[in-house]
């Protein structure tokens, strides 16, 4: 097992499994051109064989992996150019329309809001690249659907889905990623203060790592992120 890979909770659902291999692909703790198992993998996560395979069943189906018959699972391959793409679409939804939803996020709900932040530092902290990826995954899809848009918030999830962050591990080891942890309280407080402008302004800086430091290589564009 990767050291950056905790074993899960024994009994998760279905849909639980499914997040987590997700995260795993995302973060590259599962590397395209390697052939899985579905006991290997339950092995490895510290689950049962059974919810694996239906998780990667739903992961097949999104086009994140492929199933090699009697034989397990392959992770799709993406490539620079696809993830240049990715970013830009991001780049070009996200912003605007969290920072929509500056103007709509209840006072209330913003202790609710801390405590999914303060999730993604503990996963930085602990080096849980899966827990780190999920819980940032959640975070994001939670701000948008403030926007009121279902569409672009299900297109956002896809792509975020189709994202690769192999230069996670390596900013773990100099100590980076709880720092990129502690921006997603940084958009709270500019979500708390109703500053759009500071909203788009610190989203296309987050979103424009993907395919920078993240990804271990300069973004496309990144210098009009800013």
């Known amino acids: 097992m990767s050291d950056h890979v905790q074993p899960l909770q024994k009994g998760l659902l279905r849909e639980d499994v499914t997040n987590a291999l997700r995260a795993a692909i995302i973060s590259g703790e599962l590397l395209p051109g390697v052939l899985y198992s579905a006991p290997s993998l339950a092995e490895r996560f510290g689950v049962s064989a059974t919810p694996v395979r239906e998780a990667m069943l739903d992961l097949a189906r999104e086009g994140l ?3 090699v018959r ?3 699972y392959r ?4 490539g620079d150019e696809q993830l240049d793409e990715i970013t830009e679409l991001r780049l070009l939804v ?23 932040a303060d999730a993604i530092v503990r996963g930085a902290e602990r080096s849980d690249l899966i827990d780190y990826t999920e819980s940032d995954r959640m ?11 279902r569409r672009a918030t299900a297109l956002i999830s896809e792509l975020r889905a189709h994202t690769r962050l192999y230069g996670l591990t390596a900013i773990i080891d100099d100590g980076q990623l709880v720092e990129s942890a502690a921006e997603h309280h940084a958009i709270l407080d500019a979500l708390e203060q109703r500053d759009k402008r500071l909203v788009t302004r610190l989203m296309k800086r987050h979103i424009a790592q993907t395919r920078g430091r993240w990804a271990g290589r300069a973004p496309t564009g990144a210098g009009d992120t800013e």
């Open 65 to 67: 992996v492929a199933t």
């Open 70 to 72: 009697n034989k397990g």
């Open 75 to 78: 992770v799709t391959e993406i």
């Open 94 to 116: 996200e912003p605007p329309l969290v920072a929509r939803a500056a103007g709509q996020v209840p006072e209330a709900d913003f202790p609710e809001l801390r405590r999914m």
């Open 139 to 149: 975070f994001h899809l939670r701000l948008l659907e403030y926007a009121g848009n």
